[in-house]
């Protein structure tokens, strides 16, 4: 596969300021809204700053050259190009009707239609190293930090459980939002150099997000980690097709781009403005500090999402014969907004966060790797990672008879009770996501839930939706209970 670095290098580096000042926009739907304003950089671009490449303008419907690259889907490249699954399909006839992920290094004809304002082309990081996956196992945030001299090596703050470690903290928001901790390292080095200046700056604002509710380097990490997830999962969906600056500006990524660098364009979108956002989404931004720490992210191109992925066969996540409601279409699998992952399952007859003896059940055969408060994660590959293959997710799991970690459990196998534990919830259910590799499988779409061939469908926003089995289709509520009720092997 072609290189996408090989571009124009940028001639600057950006010295990025410790403290941040000055103003905003609103974030995007469904990201964390400010209750302050975000803050201006202090440097200026230096005079010999080479604006960043773009394309020139093509034909309606004219044909380019696309190869596909690792999670492409169908719907997602029509938005990407501005065009329709049925003109990309008319191109390239090759296209199996079932199709669900491209496979990765794939020639395609893509019919484009041109809009003004498109991006740069140059790639930050690839997405393999952009999510918490295969990439990220053994290595050790801990150890990492120790072998630098910057202020994260001695940066504590309160937690959970008392005292908690800049590693701590990062691990815990890389495992949760499942971005890579590699990635989140590089960002505080770039923007507060937590890595090389022992000298700790003067903020609690470690990332720029000037906002009280987001004080401290663990409050920073969710915030970024959320928004990163917005940008990311947006374009893997293809909902994410322009983004507003704080100055006004309308940013369309360039359509060649990956999940990873449009995730990274979009974060910092949200605080800075043309010419210091252009160098820090360049060749000598945010991509120099990451490379300058573990290599050049390009010299090696792994697939994590591999073509045609095909999800396993799974059950409903609750016992043979019982009938519960369908609560929740397809909605955020963890935090706010993107990825629209996860669908939620209440049990008949109750109410609020009533306790009940119902159970939720192992859609799959698989071992739990994780038993905490709310949650249970299970391992479909018997490999003990999270970050790699298969893996079920389940939220507002009670902590009454929860299953515990290491514990093997056949499909129907019990997990626990619902309840309304962990996270939000304003009633008794469970919510469960797919993860593959460490990538957040979106609920709806070419690779679409599928629990006892009742597929999941995206309503006009989060928790609409519908299941749909031959010719019945069930509507997510959280009232009307006779036209939500699904039977688990029927």
Not at 11 to 30: E, I
Not at 229 to 258: H, K, M, T
Not at 351 to 359: A, F, R, V
Not at 394 to 412: D, F, K, M, N
Request: hydrophobic share 35%.
């Amino acid at each position: 596969m072609k290189n996408p670095r090989i571009l124009p290098i940028l001639n600057v580096l950006l010295a990025l300021s410790l403290l941040l000042s000055g103003c905003a926009s609103a974030p995007a739907a469904d990201t964390p809204q400010p209750d302050t304003s975000l803050v201006e950089l202090i440097p200026t671009p230096a005079a010999e700053f080479t604006p960043i490449p773009t394309r020139a303008p093509f034909q309606p419907g004219e044909l380019v050259e696309y190869i596909a690259q690792t999670g492409d889907t169908l719907p997602a490249l029509a938005a990407h190009f501005n065009t329709t699954e049925a003109e990309i399909r008319a191109a390239n006839p090759i296209i199996p009707q079932d199709a669900t992920s491209m496979p990765p290094g794939f020639p395609m004809q893509i019919p484009i239609y041109y809009q003004a304002l498109w991006g740069t082309p140059y790639q930050i990081i690839p997405d393999w190293l952009f999510i918490n996956g295969p990439s990220q196992v053994g290595f050790n945030t801990s150890e990492f930090i120790k072998q630098h001299e910057g202020w994260l090596k001695t940066y504590v703050e309160p937690g959970f459980e008392g005292s908690r470690s800049a590693a701590v903290s990062i691990d815990l928001v890389a495992k949760n939002f499942s971005i890579s901790p590699r990635l989140l390292l590089a960002m505080l080095e770039y923007q507060s150099q937590g890595l090389s200046n022992p000298v700790r700056p003067n903020t609690d604002y470690f990332l720029g997000y000037e906002n009280n509710n987001y004080k401290s380097l663990y409050l920073q990490l969710i915030w970024a980690a959320n928004t990163l997830n917005n940008g990311y999962y947006g374009w893997r969906r293809g909902s994410l097709r322009e983004f507003e600056a704080p100055d006004g500006r309308i940013l369309r990524p360039d359509p060649w781009q990956n999940a990873a660098s449009v995730s990274l364009q979009y974060f910092y979108s949200r605080m800075y403005t043309s010419p210091i956002y252009d160098q820090i989404i360049g060749a000598g931004g945010l991509a120099q500090t990451y490379a300058s720490l573990f290599g050049d992210p390009w010299q090696t191109v792994a697939i994590h999402i591999p073509g045609s992925l095909r999800q396993p066969e799974f059950s409903l996540p609750f016992e043979n014969g019982k009938s519960w409601n369908y609560t929740g279409g397809p909605h955020t699998g963890w935090g706010l907004g993107e990825p629209f992952s996860a669908i939620d399952f209440a049990p008949a007859g109750v109410s609020g966060c009533d306790l009940t003896d119902e159970w939720i059940v192992a859609i799959a055969d698989g071992q739990v790797i994780r038993s905490e408060t709310g949650i249970v994660v299970l391992d479909l590959d018997g490999d003990g990672q999270e970050g790699t293959g298969w893996v079920i997710f389940y939220l507002h799991v009670s902590s009454a008879e929860r299953a515990t970690v290491g514990q093997s459990i056949p499909a129907g196998g019990r997990i626990g009770h619902p309840s309304c534990e962990g996270g939000s919830s304003t009633g008794t259910h469970v919510h469960i996501s797919r993860k593959y590799n460490g990538e957040w499988i979106l609920a709806d779409g070419p690779l679409a839930f599928n629990l006892e061939g009742w597929v999941a469908g995206r309503g006009g926003q989060a928790y609409q939706g519908t299941l749909t089995r031959y010719s019945r289709t069930i509507t997510a509520s959280t009232s009307a209970e006779g036209k939500s009720l699904i039977k688990a092997g029927e």
